[in-house]
């Protein structure tokens, strides 16, 4: 049933997107000015000296919940990467604004392709133990409804994706807490799709939004990745 659910999940890819923050930064400040400069601008130049420093080896992560208007839920996971490109790639902010230094030297755009890897958990709608509220489960017919759109995002813009590729698919079966209870519970999932998204020329300024949508166009989920 699998390979057919991929057939069918995949045949659904569409495009749209978001963004998210980093993972570490650094704080790097210049050294402090000469004790003989007034106060005032002493203050301005500390504050123009001020960097943060955003760590982006690899890649960008990102990660949300969603749900479908039968009750079902969802928790998205993904990455965002390309090979030999994240790897030493830093974001500094400054009081000037914004720059990428990859190890010593400035990049503007994106490499020609970028890989997006998205997992898909059946997942609970709330993890408070006093809802005892019965959900249907994500099967792989609900998620080969879904439409998944990807879009650059430049402030407050959306720009259709050129192009994207599938690469790969998987579906798992979730192990239930008990193997007793096999016959009893209905089958939970996992899912996983690896997609290659077209980049070439896109500012590293713009984020890559991802949305989720139903059949007849509900958002089941939005989520960003954001350098």
């Known amino acids: 049933m699998f390979p057919q659910f991929a057939k069918a999940a995949l045949a659904a890819l569409l495009f749209f997107p978001f963004l998210l923050p980093a993972q570490s930064r650094i704080e790097d400040r210049k050294p402090a000015p000469d004790a003989s400069v007034k106060d005032s601008k002493a203050g301005k130049s500390a504050a123009a000296g001020k960097r943060t420093v955003w760590n982006l080896d690899g890649g960008v992560f990102f990660t949300t919940d969603g749900h479908l208007p039968n009750g079902s839920c969802f928790r998205l996971t993904g990455h965002l990467n390309a090979p030999d490109f994240f790897d030493g790639l830093r974001r500094v902010d400054t009081a000037d604004g914004t720059y990428f230094m990859l190890h010593d030297k400035v990049v503007t755009t994106y490499p020609a392709q970028v890989q997006v890897a998205l997992h898909f ?100 989920a939005r989520v960003a990745a954001r350098m």
């Open 121 to 220: 958990l059946d997942f609970p709608c709330t993890l408070d133990l006093k809802d005892t509220t019965v959900r249907p489960p994500l099967t792989p017919e609900l998620l080969s409804t879904l439409r998944i759109a990807f879009f650059w995002k430049d402030g407050i813009e959306l720009h259709p994706v050129e192009s994207s590729t599938r690469v790969d698919s998987s579906a798992k079966r979730l192990a239930p807490y008990s193997s007793d209870a096999l016959s009893e519970l209905a089958p939970r999932f996992e899912w996983n799709f690896e997609i290659r998204v077209n980049s070439e020329n896109v500012p590293l300024s713009n984020g890559l939004a991802i949305v989720l949508e139903t059949e007849d166009h509900k958002i089941a």
